[in-house]
Nanobody, 127 residues
Framework: QVQLVESGGGLVQAGGSLRLSCAAS????????MGWFRQAPGKEREFVAA????????YYAGSVKGRFTISRVNAENTVYLQMNSLKPEDTAVYYC????????????????????WGQGTQVTVSS
């Protein structure tokens, strides 16, 4: 079992930056692929970014590519999402998720392919 706890959300003006953190429990964190998803009010949960266990592979949604960066520090059991040039449309609850299977690009973009989820952290971008 893995427990994931997100933090770092908040209110920021358009053009600003935030860094989200996801702290994981368990000794096997370093073997999991990790992802970030988000869900805005009235919308379905959507993929944001993913990273392989070794950080050798990353994958981004087109809407955030070039603005967001996913990273991880396995020694700290933590995955990060650096968000720059934020836009009002980035407003959502952001969730981190762990996938116990191999990092596969197409699989990482689908929420049902993840095994563990955090409770989410709210990000609000004002215009």
């Amino acid at each position: 079992q893995v427990q994931l706890v997100e933090s770092g959300g908040g209110l920021v003006q358009a053009g600003g930056s935030l860094r989200l953190s996801c702290a994981a429990s368990g000794r096997t964190f370093s073997s999991y692929a990790m992802g970030w998803f988000r869900q805005a009010p009235g919308k379905e949960r959507e993929f944001v970014a993913a990273i392989s266990w070794s950080s050798g592979s990353t994958y981004y949604a087109g809407s955030v590519k070039g603005r967001f960066t996913i990273s991880r520090v396995n020694a700290e059991n933590t995955v990060y999402l650096q968000m720059n040039s934020l836009k009002p449309e980035d407003t959502a609850v952001y969730y981190c998720a762990a996938r116990t299977s191999t990092f596969l690009r197409l699989a990482m973009a689908t929420s049902r392919n993840y095994d563990f989820w955090g409770q989410g952290t709210q990000v609000t971008v004002s215009s």
